[in-house]
């Protein structure tokens, strides 16, 4: 797999089948899209190529905007095991923001990426002022002899599967629902770093998490996780909020990693949240929060440590 990240670097690709967009998440939709341009790629022995951008393009317009669901990491590597040949992802910029649809086509896709077909979702846009639509690549795609094939939404439980959808599970807390539209759990990455370590001092040690600013954090409360660390897969107790029984000032992300206890600063751990246990709510005392720790703890050994 190659990876391009300026269009001023695209070199020698000869004869290529494209799927373009932002592909946050890359939800079920996205996938067979995805899936759909390496097989028939693969069949023609041309590239296959993801077009997707390596910031959001409503943060060029307005930063802090939108939160992400994946960082461009975890995009790469789930285009990796999806048997992508190149992925194109380039800087949203004002070059985007002033090219015509028609000098998109001609100039980016015939031009540089010898495309002989465009796969994309039914809500496609693309160009200055969204002004290629689908109807209008199906135009250009005459012109050049570019084959376009737009791929209806994918619907479960009669809800479309979309990025959108998915932001506001993560932001309502109901992370148990996010695998059906995301085909994973939603899950967060990165580094542990110092706090003030009030956990170890009531017998429940934390691993408090550093994460990109730009993704989406579930809503506050307490979550059962899978945690991983290097080659290792552990179950725990998260919890998101402000830490109201001391008055906590600033967001935490932090995990009890059951049946674990090593010195893990500095390191990157990732957790997947499985279900959401409670909200956070402030305890009159350090011993009834202590208490209620114990119960949360218990029912993740309970339903997954020990089912």
Known sequence: MTIIKSLDKVINIENSIITIGNFDGIHKG?????????????????????????????????????????????????????GVDIILMVPFNEYMTKISAINFVKEILIEKLKCKKVIVGHDFTFARNKEGTVEKLKSLGKVYNMEIEVINPIKINNIRVSSSYIRQLISQGKVHNIKDFLGRNYSLE??????????????????????????????????????????KTYYGATNIGYNPTVNGQSLSIETNILNFNKDIYGQIIKIEFLERIRDERKFNSLDELKAQLHKDVNFVYKKYVYK
């Open 190 to 231: 990165g580094e542990v770093i110092h706090a003030k370590k009030l956990g170890r001092t009531i017998g429940f040690p934390t691993a408090n998490l550093n994460i990109d600013n730009n993704l989406i954090i579930p809503k506050c409360g307490i979550y059962a996780v899978k945690v991983y660390l290097k080659d």
């Open 30 to 82: 996205h996938i067979k899209l995805i899936k759909k341009a390496v097989r028939e790629a693969k069949h023609k022995k041309f590239k296959s190529i993801v077009f997707t951008f390596e910031n959001h393009p409503m943060r060029y317009f307005r930063e802090n905007s939108i939160k992400s669901i994946i960082t461009n990491d975890e995009k790469i590597n789930i285009l990796k095991s999806l």
